[in-house]
């Protein structure tokens, strides 16, 4: 028969029905039309056809009954990919399938902090009684360097100072357990004892201001820029100058020392590459114990120097990143190509702080801001205080970046911005812990 006529002889023999005929197929219609097919199907089947909804509405389903809930949240590949759409570390070696659901409302509650100015707090470290030049930051401790002619070690967690010494004016510093490497003003890099405050090495060479240090104690070396337009290879022990690097115009506001990740015709993974930057030029060394070395590359971003470099660089090994007038450039080191420039309305004169696989942090005058380096737009910034700027950029740095690779539930903790302010206190902006 055709639809219609089928419909009109159903409806013909319900009309004919009694009560005990109209419950019987009330109850067979409640099982043919509310097949819960999520219970009925394999579970492989389930999973496969939940990986097609979104994460929302993954999360409305999880309501409909507690054997829905307990497929979906086991559905452990579902949230794995919604953690990684939004910038999330993935730890495989995690077994429990229902951690990821959980792992993934923290993912979505901390995206939606970050966007709403929420995810940070701030606070000062008091303590010098002139303006602070010179920053550095590792594993918890903040160093800052003075024009008081002292240098202190802060613990940012207690915003207790752990170590005060008396040193020159300090333009850049740099420290480890025992030590702190500083470059001053009065042309000379020194090195102090922490537990005693002696001087231990006194680096005397340059003609100029010196802005930044860097050292290697596997190498027994020490790195120096200055304001005299070179750079200088110390021995860090013995405190004597093995080489003068020239080359650069400008005032050299960086040098990074840092090993090698990649293979080209010029250089091997493991090998100690040297960058140094003025305000238009990154200059590539190579360097290890030989004494003499010639420069490898020189990159910019513009041949005749219309555009300036901003003072700050990232160089991992294997990408080398500046920030600039125009935007964000990206290097390769393996072959000095540039990957990539990010160019937006809002990057103009931003500087860089941290780079990573998926974020990138940037300021300026205003604002701290994140940078999605999968879609390359702003996603969300946060309110500064008008801080003291200088323009070879030691006076601001970025904190804890490992979570400039995805953030992992465990990595959005600690320091992520500190800057000298002009009460001559440090100030900080820092993770707020998980509501």
Request: hydrophobic residues 40%; glycine residues 6%; proline residues 2%.
């Amino acid at each position: 028969m055709p639809w219609k006529q089928k419909n009109e002889t159903l409806d013909h023999l319900i009309s004919l029905s009694g009560a005990v005929q109209l419950r019987h197929l009330s109850n067979n219609l409640e099982t043919l039309l509310k097949r819960d097919f999520l219970k009925l199907l394999p579970l492989e089947l389930s999973f496969y056809l939940l990986k097609w909804l979104d994460p929302q509405t993954l999360l409305t389903c999880c309501l409909v009954s507690k054997q829905w809930n307990k497929v979906i949240s086991a559905c452990t590949e579902v949230w794995q990919t919604a953690c990684k759409n939004l910038g999330w570390q993935i730890d495989d070696s995690v077994q429990d399938a229902l951690h990821w659901k959980k792992v993934y409302l923290k993912a979505i509650l901390r995206m939606k902090q970050l966007e709403d100015r929420e995810a940070f707090e701030t606070s000062s470290l008091i303590g010098h009684s002139a303006r602070v030049y010179a920053l550095y930051y590792k594993d918890g401790l903040l160093c800052t360097g003075s024009d008081d002619l002292s240098a202190k070690l802060w613990d940012v967690s207690t915003g207790q100072c752990v170590y005060g010494i008396q040193t020159h004016t300090c333009a850049a510093v740099k420290f480890d357990e025992q030590k702190l490497v500083t470059g001053s003003f009065d042309n000379t890099v020194a090195c102090w004892e922490w537990s005693s405050g002696a001087r231990t090495q006194h680096f005397r060479g340059h003609t100029g201001s010196v802005f930044s240090v860097d050292y290697n104690d596997e190498l027994d070396i020490l790195v120096s820029g200055s304001a005299d337009f070179t750079v200088k290879v110390w021995a860090l022990s013995a405190g004597t100058c093995l080489n003068t690097l020239t080359g650069h115009t400008e005032w050299v506001t960086k040098v990074v020392l840092q090993k090698c990740k990649v293979k080209s015709l010029l250089h091997s993974p493991g090998d100690y590459i040297l960058l140094s930057a003025d305000k238009y030029e990154i200059k590539i060394w190579p360097i290890g114990r030989e004494i003499n070395c010639k420069c490898l590359k020189t990159l910019s971003v513009s041949e005749d120097r219309s555009i300036c470099l901003q003072p700050r660089l990232h160089f991992d090994g294997k990408y080398i990143v500046c920030s600039s007038a125009l935007g964000l450039y990206q290097w390769d080191f393996a072959s000095y190509d540039i990957l990539r420039v990010i160019r937006t309305p809002e990057m103009a004169n931003l500087g860089l702080l941290g780079f990573g696989d998926v974020f990138a942090l940037l300021f300026d005058n205003r604002y701290l801001y994140i940078l999605d380096l999968r879609t390359e737009s702003l996603m969300s910034r946060w309110p500064l205080p008008e801080y003291w700027k200088s323009k070879r950029g030691s006076s601001f740095l970025a904190g804890e970046v490992s979570w400039l690779n995805g953030l992992d539930g465990h990595n959005d903790t600690g320091l992520v911005f500190a800057t000298s302010m002009p009460d001559h206190s440090i100030h900080l902006v820092l993770w707020k812990e998980h509501g």
